[in-house]
């Protein structure tokens, strides 16, 4: 995949704690997303960016929280995990609407 | 808005057989089609893509998809199936939504591969 990592691969965490996950793109490309993958139903739009200080809201952003200070970077923050948030949560970036999405390799998140 | 129907969750062929993935779409405006293969444990990788330049598009490990725009429809075909075609398959639409770009994804097809 390239282009785009994601850190880190695989985390376990507690009900109530936090976390960041990572993002970051080679390509200076303005928009990134993130997306949370569950069994049988696909990938939702978690958070956009559509270029450095601008970010908005997918299908599910509840519980998340973003930033995009730099083009390269687009962190998505947990603050209170919830088992209803273990899923695996990938980020991409893409240019305009002919051209692929890139992806990440995904973050593994577990919330017991 | 934009959408996309993956009908069923699973598809089992035999090595060698025909592989055919179905994807239907919604969209209010000329659309662009893509397919993504997720293998496991791994991110999606494009298998292809269309962008209204051709009606069939080819795109990598022998696969290729037709954009029916009567049947709004953009299945994805594989003469042969190989063991090593076993993975999720991902249809996606492209589009402008609330004045920027977005993807929405089609739930998956897994596709099973038989010796």
């Known amino acids: 995949n390239a282009g785009v990592t994601q850190t880190p691969k695989f985390r376990i965490l507690k009900i109530g704690q936090s976390m960041t996950l990572q993002c970051t793109q080679d390509m200076n490309h303005n928009y990134m997303y993130w997306y949370r993958q569950d069994p049988g139903m696909g990938l939702k739009l978690i958070y956009y960016s559509v270029g450095a200080g601008i970010t908005d809201k997918g299908e599910v952003p509840n519980g998340y929280n973003v930033s995009r200070s730099t083009t390269e970077d687009f962190p998505l923050r947990l603050e209170l995990a919830a088992p209803s948030q273990t899923s695996v949560y990938f980020c991409a970036e893409g240019a305009v609407s002919n051209q692929p999405q890139h992806f990440g390799d995904g973050t593994r998140l577990s919330i017991l | 808005a934009q959408s996309v129907t993956q009908l069923g969750s699973h598809v089992s062929v035999s090595e060698g057989a025909l592989v055919l993935l179905r994807c239907n779409y919604s969209s209010s405006v000329p659309p662009y089609l893509f397919w993504y293969v997720q293998y496991p444990n791994q991110g999606l990788q494009l298998l292809l893509k269309?962008?209204?330049?051709?009606?069939l598009v080819k795109g990598i490990n022998g696969f290729e998809a037709e954009f029916k725009k009567s049947e709004t429809s953009f299945h994805l075909t594989k003469p042969s199936a190989h063991m090593s075609d076993a993975a999720e398959y991902f249809c996606a639409v492209s589009g402008l939504q609330g004045g920027s770009e977005k993807l929405v994804f089609g739930k998956g097809m897994k596709l099973t591969v038989n010796p």
């Open positions: 269309y962008t209204s330049a051709a009606t």
